[in-house]
């Protein structure tokens, strides 16, 4: 019997995401019997009261108004729950509107659920921002709703701190997990949730590679993808590449190469074009690279080991990223396995040899070893 609750910022299609994970449960022969909604839900409770919502408009509610209205949302989950075996909850952690904060949880209405492991889904931010702009487009959100993308990733950060509080409060884990990797690397990125509910037994790993310098050389890049592919086919794989969004600065410099004074940057999402502010994308800067370190640390925290990779480099000598050493310090610092997969024929540093636990020297050896690695205790 499993109890999942997974939270997250508007904006993450979490309803989709969570069916689809529900659809690969069921191919794996781990049918979800229920996925919740707590926003629906709610909507539908405005409705039997005979007090019906525009969409996108609940938060206008007072907030006695909308605790009542949560609290029946979650007494009929309790209900509906009890006669269920695997179910899948899906809310907000905090709620952000009209320039506002305020919780979207009670504690005992989450206690009663009783979650077995706490998720909060995360995802680019320009790839929220394009997703709420369908919304508001739609007639989803009011249309004077407006969110900067400082907006968006500090309401990112919200969901994820208080959603730690909450699963410390519970007693469960809580992960941090990324909606969207590359298909080439992954086409089914929420893998990773099953495996947490239903696959205990996979240990879980941080992967570590370079990834400026491994991006600007295809061959070099490919063989990084062909590490991402093998470590996730063996273990529960977190990828610091599950957010991408750090190449918005490399997008905005070569736009600005091209056009000095550019106003706007029309990027690609995913297949969807959005344009974006220069000036708003020079000012989150500094928050998207405080939040790719203080997230990495947290998915090297979630995981049980570290496996660090130094590809060969097109002049035969090993790719060293100064990340990839910042991480396997974390790493040790915080007594996790640390497996070293070094393809160059030079000899590591003393600094990096001694850090290993395991030291592998090419991605077949990773594959042996990971084949034979013990399930998690």
Known sequence: MVRALFMGQTGLAKKSQLDSLAELCAQQRHPIDKVFSVGDIMYAESQTAGKPLHEGKILDLPLAELGILRRLAFANIRLESSRADHVMVGSHSVFRWNNQLFRAFEIQELQELNPDLVVTLIDDVEAVKLRLDDLRAAGQLPITTSYSLKDLLVWREE?????DVISSVLQVPHYVLGVWLEPEVSETPLEVAFNLMFRPDKR????????SDAQAKEEVWRKVIEYRKLVRSYVTAFDPLMISEKRLQMLMGEELKRSPGAKELACDVRGWELVL???EIKAVMPDIDGQTVSRDYKLLDQSDMIIAYFPLDTDGGPLIAGGVQSEIEHAS?????IVIVWESPREPTPFIRQKADVLLRSLEELDSYLRELPPRG
Not at 333 to 337: D, G, I, V, Y
């Open 159 to 163: 969901e994820i701190l208080a959603s």
């Open 204 to 211: 879980l790993a941080y992967v570590s590679y370079p990834i």
């Open 277 to 279: 502010d220069i000036n």
């Open 333 to 337: 610092a915080s007594t996790k396995e």
